[in-house]
């Protein structure tokens, strides 16, 4: 049976990355307390932001949806130094490291 119209997706339709739970996960009972409201914050903003960023192209036909999460880079960001402290004794090297290797391996529009 054809779909007429692709799914719209909303903030209570969104998964998060299984990756991304999983750190939350093992980390969690870790992470001091402003932490993990920091990173319960954010989360509550990427699951917010995520929706806008559905991109819809044809595919034989059909048109399919993915999720341009380059324009959520400045959440995850943010997420990422809070794991970098629990994960590095010199988190902002290697952040800038990553970030260093993603501009040169990651090409956008």
Same mark, same amino acid.
């Given at each position: *049976?054809k779909?007429?119209n692709?799914?719209?997706v909303?903030?209570? @339709?969104c998964? *998060?990355?299984h990756?991304?739970?999983l750190l939350? %996960?093992?980390?969690q009972c870790?992470?001091?307390?402003e932490?993990q409201?920091a990173?319960e914050?954010?989360?509550e903003?990427l %699951?917010a932001?995520l929706p806008d +960023?559905i991109?819809?192209?044809n595919? /034989?036909?059909k048109?399919?949806g !993915?999720?341009?999460t /380059?324009?959520?880079? @400045?959440? +995850?960001?943010?997420?990422?130094?809070?794991f970098?402290?629990y994960? @590095?004794?010199?988190?902002?090297? %290697?952040f800038e490291?990553?970030?260093?290797h993603v /501009?040169? !391996?990651i090409l !956008?529009?």
């Open positions: *049976m779909r007429s692709p799914r719209v909303t903030r209570h @339709s998964r *998060m990355p990756h991304i739970l939350i %996960v093992l980390y870790k992470l001091n307390g932490d409201r990173l914050n954010l989360y903003e %699951v932001e +960023t991109q819809y192209n595919n /034989a036909g048109k399919v !993915t999720f341009n /380059a324009k959520l880079w @400045s959440i +995850t960001d943010k997420s990422d130094r809070v970098l402290r994960l @590095s004794d010199n988190p902002e090297r %290697v490291s990553i970030e260093h /501009a040169k !391996t !956008t529009k």
